[in-house]
């Protein structure tokens, strides 16, 4: 076994739909642990280190704007390997082709929403798991 950590956000779409409490079950029904979870309003500062990769690109902004919309939820989750193993349970960028059975894929709703809107973000490497639960936990 592998286990790592990685940091995952329940966005602000997830938190004002009520789907928190579904988006946790199925991480703990995968085996992940919850190690340290909180209610976040991040500021841009944070948002936009965060999202550094992205800067410049045609979505950054409203990106932005959507992610300082209201709260978030961040958890630190372990597991083995589940830094792929949450982006394969999350499913695809845009929920609209996102697999059935994935969080996106299920619960992400396809109303011409903004491919934004994906409920949830997992880090995407070790790497960024690093760094990232670094900006969103002492
Ligand atoms: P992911 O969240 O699957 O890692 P990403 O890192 O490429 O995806 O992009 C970060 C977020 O930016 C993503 O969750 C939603 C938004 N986004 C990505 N591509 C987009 C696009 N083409 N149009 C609008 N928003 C986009
Ligand atoms: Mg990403």
Redesign the pocket.
Known sequence: THVEETLVLIKPDGVVRNLTGEILRRIEAKGYKLVDIKLVEADRGRLGTH?E??AG???YE??LEFMESGPSVAIRVAGNRVIEGF?VL?G???PTTAAAGTIRGDLGRDWGL???Q?LV??S?SPESAERELALWFD
Do not use: I, M, S
């Open positions: 999202y990769e992205h690109k045609p979505f409203p990106l982006r999350a695809t960028t845009d903004a491919v934004q994906n973000h997992g995407d």
